[in-house]
């Protein structure tokens, strides 16, 4: 899982192309309608333009929740497996 990380990151944020085709869907409110449905996290600009952040979104791609990475091990949480280490 660490190669997630070493992967050049262009911008902090998803373009607004990119943002267009994980969602399938050309204008901003129907980008949220599709975002808020499928569960992902994401930001309004001013614009009222979902913003997207990448490295969340390549977690999210990869299959992996976010959220569990950030909760302690006893609420479902990643926690590594030391059992195999000498």
């Given amino acids: 899982m660490s190669a997630i990380f070493e992967l050049a990151i262009p911008s902090e944020t998803l373009t ?3 943002v ?3 969602s399938g869907c050309k204008r901003a409110g129907d980008q949220i309608e599709w ?3 499928n569960g992902w996290l994401f930001i309004q600009n001013r ?6 952040g990448r490295l969340y979104a390549r977690l999210k ?12 091990a006893d609420a479902g949480g990643w ?4 059992s195999k280490v000498q």
């Fill in 35 to 37: 975002l808020t449905r």
């Fill in 47 to 52: 614009a009222g333009v979902p913003i997207i």
């Fill in 16 to 18: 607004a192309d990119e």
């Fill in 79 to 82: 926690q590594p497996d030391f």
């Fill in 20 to 22: 267009s085709d994980i």
């Fill in 61 to 72: 791609l990869a299959g992996i929740n976010p959220a569990l990475l950030a909760a302690p």
